[in-house]
């Protein structure tokens, strides 16, 4: 289905017997369409019509990702990653990996991708999908989605919660424990913002995955992909339901709601290293009076920036140094 005015009215564009799981699409006119029995669907006309490509495959197509408009990898199966080198026209299997589902795949450069799926397992290539292998995972439990703000920093979901990496890969750290919610999705936009979904849950960052807010989306929904257009605008796939929202939060009809952090988060300074004017972001669990002062090395007051009561959610203070 296509939406051109913000998804308030939706047109079929595919119809076919098979599931589809996921839609990709490498820019505004080149996407494709995944799904059971091996389906792929090509369409270079931003959706307006979509022609149907023969892998040879019959099994679940998963995750896609194109690095160029030529160079693409799918993975599909129990154990397969196939790539294509002609916009997705012909594809050659690339890597059999022993019957461990692969759930989604992303690429940092033209030569290093990683892969995650079931069993928490995570392979990685080196010289632009050819070969595989495996690394260790950075979660205890199946990794159902991976996405990278850039070369270096990368975030990874499953079933324990959420694991981030600054140095493209080599090394991973949780940053959020979802509490027994297992987080199936995640979408970034940017270098700051990023959304993950997860049960009836949707968690949001606004400083590249360190610090996340969450709340629970009602009406109760099984929340299965998130994907965001800007820092704004994002869909919720959920049970038999789509969500959207223009406002960073996320509406059903007219009902929004808003994210609030489970307790006080005071985020890194932005730009970072530190220049003469900066924001300082902060975000409160609740209404509550806030007090925020800048002090020097020698822990000498330089300025009160905030001094008063302020409400609930996300809030930012400009902080310049020249007129200290």
């Given at each position: 289905?296509k ?34 029995n ?47 080198t ?16 692969n759930?989604?795949?992303q690429?940092?450069n ?26 260790t995972?950075?979660?205890a ?8 703000f850039?070369?270096s ?13 600054i ?7 949780m ?6 919610t ?12 990023a959304w993950?979904?997860g049960?009836?849950?949707i ?8 610090i996340?807010a ?12 998130v ?7 994002l ?12 406002s960073g ?7 929004e ?6 307790k006080f988060?005071l985020s ?9 004017v ?23 007051e330089?300025a ?9 959610g996300?809030?930012?203070v ?7």
């Amino acid at each position: 289905m296509k939406t051109t005015d913000s998804g308030n009215s939706w047109n079929d564009l595919i119809i076919t017997n098979n599931a589809i799981t996921r839609i990709y699409f490498y820019n505004y006119t080149l996407g494709f369409a995944i799904g059971e029995n091996g389906t792929f669907y090509k369409t270079t006309d931003s959706g307006v019509s979509w022609n149907l490509i023969q892998l040879g495959e019959t099994e679940t197509c998963r995750g896609i990702y194109f690095f160029n408009e030529q160079i693409g990898w799918v993975c599909i199966g129990p154990d397969k990653i196939l790539r294509t080198t002609d916009g997705g026209n012909n594809w050659e299997s690339s890597f059999t990996n022993g019957a461990i589902a692969n759930y989604d795949i992303q690429f940092v450069n033209e030569f290093i991708g990683f892969a995650v799926g079931v069993y928490a397992k995570m392979y990685k290539s080196t010289d632009g999908g050819v070969n595989w292998y495996d690394i260790t995972a950075p979660l205890a439990a199946s990794i159902f989605d991976i996405e990278f703000f850039n070369q270096s920093i990368g975030l990874v979901v499953g079933g324990t919660g959420m694991a981030k990496t600054i140095d493209g890969g080599n090394t991973w750290s949780m940053v959020l424990n979802s509490g027994g919610t297992q987080l199936n999705s995640i979408s970034s936009f940017g270098n700051k913002f990023a959304w993950a979904v997860g049960q009836d849950k949707i968690y949001y960052s606004s400083n590249s995955g360190d610090i996340w807010a969450s709340q629970s989306f009602t009406p109760y929904s099984y929340l299965q992909q998130v994907s965001c257009v800007d820092s704004v605008t994002l869909w919720v796939l959920g049970d038999r339901k789509l969500y959207g929202t223009t406002s960073g939060g996320v509406k059903d009809v007219d009902n929004e709601t808003t994210f609030y952090p489970e307790k006080f988060l005071l985020s890194q300074n932005f730009p970072n290293p530190f220049n003469p004017v900066i924001t300082i972001s902060y975000h409160l669990p609740q209404r509550e009076f806030v007090t925020l002062k800048v002090y020097d090395i020698l822990g000498r007051e330089v300025a009160t920036l905030v001094n008063e009561e302020k409400q609930a959610g996300s809030n930012e203070v400009e902080f310049n140094s020249h007129s200290s």
